[in-house]
């Protein structure tokens, strides 16, 4: 009984390992972009250049200049 017990206690830790292992490649996968300084460097200087324009230009402005660091820095929007 005990080594059904302590069986089903490896099983289960051995599948929260590995479900907590491809949960941190996902996030390592989703946050790539903030370990390369110059797409770093690209998106913060059009979020600068955007704070001088009027709002209501604002929002396209920062979405073509990402669309343009995306493409690139990764070959894709």
């Not at 907590?20 to 690209?42: D, E």
Request: contains cysteine; charged residues 15%.
């Amino acid at each position: 009984m005990t080594s059904r017990v302590a069986l089903f206690a490896l099983a289960a830790v051995i599948g929260f390992a590995g479900r907590l292992h491809l949960q941190l490649a996902r996030l390592h996968h989703r946050f790539r972009w903030a370990n390369n300084s110059g797409y770093v460097t690209c998106v913060r200087g059009v979020n600068q250049r955007a704070q001088a324009m009027r709002p209501q230009m604002r929002g396209a402005y920062v979405a073509d200049g990402t669309s343009g660091c995306n493409r690139i820095f990764y070959g894709h929007n």
